[in-house]
């Protein structure tokens, strides 16, 4: 299960869980993504390894998510172009009350064109 959220559905995301710490997550391009210079706002991107990050733990039986960002940071490595991005995201440190993950994004030609760190604070039940 993956979290149930308007703006994810809007960007037209598509979901893989390929294991307990790893999710990708398929970004379709729409000319509405793209800027000025005829490539992939980097906010897109951004928001793609937030949404990726933010998928790998699992939201609750409402599709709520049971994390939320703390901190973000992304760095561009090429312009990115094409069809579709793919955002490959895993945990590398899950505390008591964060989560610390990394997301690498490629382009339809498979070339990274950013990566992404995230920590995230996990949610509490209540």
Do not use: W
């Amino acid at each position: 299960m993956f979290i149930k959220q308007p703006f994810d559905e809007f960007l037209g995301l598509q979901y893989e869980r390929v294991s307990d710490n790893r999710v990708k997550i398929r970004l379709p391009l729409k000319p509405l993504f793209i800027n000025s210079l005829g490539y992939v706002h980097g906010g897109i991107i951004s928001s793609l390894a937030d949404v990726a990050m933010s998928n790998i733990l699992q939201p609750d039986e409402n599709g709520i998510q049971t994390a939320v960002t703390v901190d973000l940071k992304t760095s561009f490595l090429k312009p990115a172009q094409g069809t579709v991005l793919v955002a490959d995201a895993h945990t590398f440190k899950i505390g008591k009350n964060l989560m610390h993950a990394e997301c690498h994004i490629f382009d339809d030609q498979n070339e990274i064109v950013a990566k992404s760190n995230g920590i995230f604070f996990r949610i509490k039940e209540k």
